[in-house]
């Protein structure tokens, strides 16, 4: 654990469950909230820095759904979804949505701490950014100048092929699925069956590989995209 100590947000009505993870949250360094419902834990992701949010599915007036559709137009802070539906499709679901990790209840406290560390170590991502420019091996991306630079060659990319790959620069180890890209870079709701991703991945895939031999865009099958792990660069 770090000096600074990570703060967890826990969206549960279940009383008894929520003060059992304060308690252990707070046992294991943490610092954790708990918010009752939906519409609260919506409030506190938009308003709180938080480092992990736990969210359960079935809650009071806004549901884990809703609150993980919306806050994923806003941020990339990792989710780790409690829930009694064990379902493989409700799994795949929600990881289109954007979550990061699913946990059926009841959970072994033990192995929600090590999948709690383990969300949180990949979100610290493995890019370093400095003066506004973002380097992910031999990438470089000038955030106040809008360039990109791969080699040292100049990649032109149009608006929508930035705001991509800055949203996906800005946590390399995390996948995005094509709702979490469309909705974030076009603000605008996502229709399931919307080719406009695939094509601007695609077009952003080409110029990345005009220019270095490696393919820094990595396809998820079944979820969406993420940036390729430098270790396999």
Known sequence: MSDKAHKILIVEDDKEIADMLLDFLSKNGFVADAAPNGLLGLKRVTSGDYSLILLDLMLPFKSGDEILR???RFSD???????????????????????DDYVTKPFDLNELLARILSNIKRYGGSCSVE????????MS????GKELTVNGVAVSLTAKEYDLLELMLSNPKKVFSK???????????????NDTINTHISNL???LKDVSE????????????????????
């Open 77 to 99: 802070v990792p989710v780790i979804v409690l829930s009694a539906k064990s379902l493989t499709q409700d799994k795949i679901d929600l990881l289109r949505l954007g979550a």
């Open 214 to 233: 490696e393919d820094y865009l990595e396809t998820v099958w079944g979820i969406g995209y993420k940036m390729k792990s430098l270790e396999i660069l």
């Open 179 to 193: 709702q979490n890209l469309y909705e974030s870079v076009w603000g605008e709701p996502y229709a399931y069956d």
């Open 131 to 138: 003066n506004s420019v973002i380097t992910y091996g031999k």
């Open 70 to 72: 919306e806050m994923r």
């Open 205 to 207: 895939r080409r110029k």
């Open 141 to 144: 991306l000038n955030t106040t």
